[in-house]
């Protein structure tokens, strides 16, 4: 089983700040900007969406993330995920309830071995600790919105032997 924290990874700009040591040397501290809250206006424009590889996220390559915004309080993300045609997502589970709104493509979700046809405009919850896959259907790229109820996670399901 593979855990991986994905938070605030996806922010990408940094602010530097300076401060003196305790021998009055400069010492400069790049700290990375909080994200757009998701508790005040805001408002996500798709192309002008930030994508980076997910790979980084854990996830198999092929999908893409753009942060969209951050819970302050609980660091629950919501992102958008943007996958090939064809792409698959392995069995996996998160902690927090997962949130997905499929706004183009058509794919599958299979929750807790039952598969869900979906298209754009379909939304689906899956539960915490909830086993689920996604699979976007061959000819045209799919995109979600994701949100989570508390910090991103992502625990791989080991295929039984």
């Given at each position: 089983m593979r855990r991986l924290l994905l938070g605030s990874t996806l922010a990408v700009?940094?602010?530097t700040l300076a401060f003196a040591d305790d021998k009055g040397k400069a010492v400069t501290v790049k700290v990375p900007p909080l994200?757009?809250?998701t508790e005040e206006l805001l408002v996500a424009d798709l192309p002008s969406a930030a994508w980076v590889s997910a790979e980084k996220m854990g996830y198999p390559?092929?999908?893409?993330?753009?942060l969209i915004g951050q819970d302050?309080?609980?660091t629950a993300p919501t992102v958008y995920v943007r996958t090939t045609a064809g792409y698959k997502l392995p069995s996996h589970w998160h902690v927090h309830t997962e949130y997905s709104t499929m706004i183009a493509g058509k794919g599958t979700f299979t929750?807790?071995?039952k598969p869900h046809l979906v298209t754009a405009g379909s939304y689906v919850v899956v539960p915490?600790?909830?086993k689920h896959e996604f699979?976007?259907?061959t000819g045209v790229p799919c995109v979600l919105v994701v949100r989570r109820s508390g910090p991103a996670d992502i625990n791989f399901v080991k295929p039984a032997k």
């Open positions: 700009a940094f602010v994200p757009p809250s390559k092929g999908a893409e993330a753009a302050p309080g609980s929750v807790d071995g915490s600790r909830v699979s976007c259907d």
